[in-house]
C-alpha cells in the first residue's frame, strides 16, 4: 500500500501537469486588475497567490478541499468515542486533497508518534530565555532549536537536486508536526506548572496526547483540543502566518525558518494574539464592573469606552470574512454542549449580540462580526486553562499543519521565489502626472 509521501508525490505530480496545461493555454489572461488604494492598504483583494489547501470565501467562511467545517466535522474521523474531528485527518485531506479513512488517520497518528523525540538540547534552549518571556517567544525558539534537524537544510548543504526538494520538507513539516506538542508543553509547564513536566503518553493520537502533556486529562478538553486543532489549521493563503511562511519558504529557507517566521507572525495582537487580547479584555471588564456576567447594558458602555481610547474591540472583525466566521460558530456549538451555564462564555455570547451593533454604527469597520479568536479563550479557561498569554501558542500548534502542508505543495509545484514590486509615493506621484512609470523589474 502506497505511503502518504507516496500518495502525495502521485497527487503533486498530477497537479504540476495540469498547472502547466493550465498555464500554457491561459497563462495570459486577467485575474482582475489592482488600484493604487490597494497597494496602501495591505493588498486587500488582490489575488497573487497559490495556496492548495484551503479557500476563503467571504460569505461562507472557510473551505478545506472544499469542505466546511460542519462537512469535516461529520466526515473526517473520530478518536474512540469521540465526536470531534481528528486534525490528523485535516492534515491528511489538505495534503492529498481526498478524505481519509480511519486507517489513513491511524497512519498519521502513528507516524507522529515515531517522529516525536525532542532532542534535549532544543529544552535547553528553551531554559536559556527566562521565563518571564513570552510563552510565544520561547515557542519560536523552540522551533529554531529544531532547525538543527532540517534535513532539507542538510541535503541542501550536499547539493540536492531540486526535484527532490518536496522530499525533504516533507519529512521536515512531518517531524516538526510531531515535535511541536511537546515543546509547546513543556512551555506551558515551565512557565505555569512549576517545571512540573508530563511525559508523552504514546498511545494518545496527537490532540490528545497534546492535552495529557500540557496536564488536562479531561476526555472533554481533549474534544477541545481536537476541535480546535482542526478549526484552527489553516485560512488560505494570505493571512499574516501563512503568507510569512509561504514567503520565506520561496527563498528555499528550510520548514523551520519558515514556520519559525510565520508563528513571528501570528504572535502579532491584529493575528493570532487576538486569542489572548479577547480574554485579557474581557477579564478586565469583570474586574472594573465587579460581576461575572455583565449586562447587554454594561457590555455596551465598555465596548465603547474601549472604542473612545482608540483601541480595536479584539476578537471582532476580518480582513476577509463578512459574516460571523463559522470557527466562532463551531466553538459556540462545542460550548453549548459541554459548558452552556458557563458565566464567562455566556458573557462572550452577550458580547455577541451587542457588538456587531456598535461596530456597523461606527460606518468603517468592514465585518462587525466575531472571529475565531472571539470563543476560544472562554473555552480553556472553563478547564482551567486561565494563562491567556499560552493560547497563541495553542494557534500556533494548529496552525503548523495547514502552512506546512502548503509548504509541502510549494516545493512540490517548484513555485517560485516571491517578489512583488514595490513603488514609492514619488515614483507614484511622478505616474500620477504621466512622468514615469511605476512599475519595471
Ligand atoms: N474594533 C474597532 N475597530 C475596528 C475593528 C474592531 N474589531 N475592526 C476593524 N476596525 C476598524 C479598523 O481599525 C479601521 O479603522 P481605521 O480606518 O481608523 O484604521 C477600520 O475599522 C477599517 O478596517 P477593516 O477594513 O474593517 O479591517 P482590516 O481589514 O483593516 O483589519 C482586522 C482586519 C482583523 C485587523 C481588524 O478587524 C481588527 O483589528 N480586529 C480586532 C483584532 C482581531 O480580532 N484580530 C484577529 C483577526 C482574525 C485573525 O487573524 N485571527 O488570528
Not at 264 to 292: D, S
Not at 319 to 332: E, G
Not at 397 to 410: F, Q, T
Request: charged share 25%; glycine share 8%.
Amino acid at each position: 500500500m502506497a505511503t502518504l509521501k507516496e500518495r502525495f508525490k502521485a497527487r503533486a505530480d498530477e497537479q504540476s501537469a495540469e498547472i502547466k496545461d493550465i498555464l500554457k493555454k491561459h497563462g495570459n489572461k486577467k485575474i482582475g486588475e489592482v488600484v493604487l488604494s490597494q497597494i496602501y492598504q495591505g493588498m486587500r483583494g488582490i489575488t497573487g497567490l497559490v495556496t492548495e489547501t484551503s479557500l476563503l470565501d467571504a460569505k461562507e467562511g472557510i473551505r478545506f478541499r472544499g469542505y466546511s467545517i460542519p462537512e469535516l466535522q461529520k466526515k473526517l474521523p473520530k478518536a474512540p468515542g469521540g465526536t470531534e474531528p481528528l486534525p490528523e485527518g485535516l492534515f491528511y485531506l489538505m495534503l492529498i486533497g481526498e478524505l481519509p479513512t480511519e486507517q489513513d488517520v491511524l497512519d498519521v497518528t502513528n507516524s507522529w508518534q515515531r517522529r516525536s523525540h525532542v532532542p534535549n538540547y532544543v529544552f535547553d534552549a528553551i531554559e536559556a530565555v527566562p521565563k518571564s518571556s513570552h510563552p510565544m517567544t520561547q515557542f519560536v525558539v523552540a522551533i529554531m532549536a529544531l532547525q538543527n534537524e532540517s534535513i532539507f537544510a542538510k541535503k541542501y548543504a550536499e547539493g540536492m537536486n531540486k526535484k527532490d526538494y518536496w522530499d525533504a520538507t516533507f519529512d521536515d513539516a512531518m517531524t516538526l508536526i510531531a515535535r511541536l506538542p511537546r515543546v509547546a508543553a513543556y512551555i506551558y509547564r515551565r512557565k505555569y506548572k512549576d517545571e512540573k513536566h508530563i511525559q508523552p503518553d504514546g498511545l494518545l493520537d496527537w490532540s490528545g496526547n497534546f492535552a495529557h502533556m500540557l496536564g488536562f486529562e479531561d476526555e472533554s478538553f481533549k474534544e477541545l483540543m481536537r476541535l480546535y486543532m482542526t478549526i484552527h489549521a489553516d485560512h488560505e493563503g494570505g493571512n499574516v502566518s501563512a503568507h510569512t511562511t509561504h514567503l520565506v519558504g520561496s527563498a528555499l529557507s528550510d520548514p523551520y525558518l519558515s514556520l519559525a517566521a510565520g508563528m513571528n507572525g501570528l504572535a502579532g495582537p491584529l493575528h493570532g494574539l487576538a486569542n489572548q487580547e479577547v480574554i485579557k479584555w474581557i477579564f478586565e471588564m469583570r474586574e472594573e464592573l465587579a460581576v461575572k456576567l455583565p449586562t447587554k447594558e454594561q457590555i455596551k458602555k465598555y465596548v465603547k469606552k474601549t472604542l473612545g481610547e482608540g483601541k480595536v474591540v479584539p476578537g471582532y472583525g476580518h480582513a476577509v470574512l463578512r459574516k460571523t466566521d463559522p470557527r466562532f460558530t463551531a466553538q459556540m456549538e462545542f460550548s453549548k454542549k459541554h459548558m452552556a451555564d458557563d458565566p464567562l462564555v455566556n458573557t462572550v455570547w452577550r458580547i455577541y449580540e451587542v457588538v456587531p451593533d456598535i461596530l456597523k454604527e461606527l460606518g468603517k469597520v468592514k465585518n462587525p462580526w466575531p472571529n475565531v479568536d472571539a470563543h476560544s479563550g472562554a473555552l480553556l479557561v472553563h478547564y482551567g486553562m486561565v494563562e491567556y498569554e499560552f493560547y497563541t501558542v495553542l494557534f500556533g500548534v494548529s496552525r503548523a499543519l495547514g502552512v506546512l502542508a502548503s509548504l509541502c505543495w510549494d516545493r512540490a509545484l517548484g513555485l517560485a521565489l516571491e517578489r512583488p514590486k514595490s513603488v514609492t509615493t514619488a515614483s507614484v506621484k511622478e505616474w500620477l502626472e504621466d512622468k514615469g512609470e511605476i512599475w519595471g523589474d
